[in-house]
C-alpha cells in the first residue's frame, strides 16, 4: 500500500476542485446558450391554429371569472 503525503492530497484536491469550477461552468455556458435557442427557435406561444373547449372563462388578474362562454346545444354560444 502507499502512503500518500499531505502535500500529494492537496495537490489533487486542487486538481479534482479546478476541475469541479471547469465543469460547473461548461454546464451553465451550456443551460444559457440552450435557454437562448429555446427562446429564438420557438414558435409565438400566444399564437396557435385552433384552439378547442367546451367553455372559455375570462378572469381577471385576482383570478375571479368576469366572464365565461359555453355551448350547450351545437351552434348555440350561451354567456351566463
Known amino acids: 500500500m ?3 503525503t ?3 492530497l492537496e495537490a ?3 486538481r479534482v476542485e ?3 469550477r471547469v465543469l460547473i461552468l461548461l454546464i451553465c ?4 446558450i440552450a435557454s437562448v435557442g429555446a427562446t ?7 399564437v ?3 384552439i378547442r373547449a367546451h367553455k372559455f372563462s ?3 388578474p385576482t383570478g375571479a371569472v368576469v366572464d365565461s362562454w359555453y355551448s350547450v346545444e351545437p351552434g348555440v354560444v350561451r354567456s351566463p
Open 40 to 46: 429564438r427557435a420557438g414558435a409565438d406561444p400566444a
Open 29 to 32: 455556458g451550456a443551460i444559457g
Open 12 to 14: 489533487r484536491l486542487k
Open 2 to 4: 502507499t502512503d500518500i
Open 6 to 8: 499531505v502535500t500529494q
Open 58 to 60: 375570462v378572469v381577471d
Open 18 to 20: 479546478r476541475q469541479n
Open 48 to 50: 396557435a391554429d385552433e
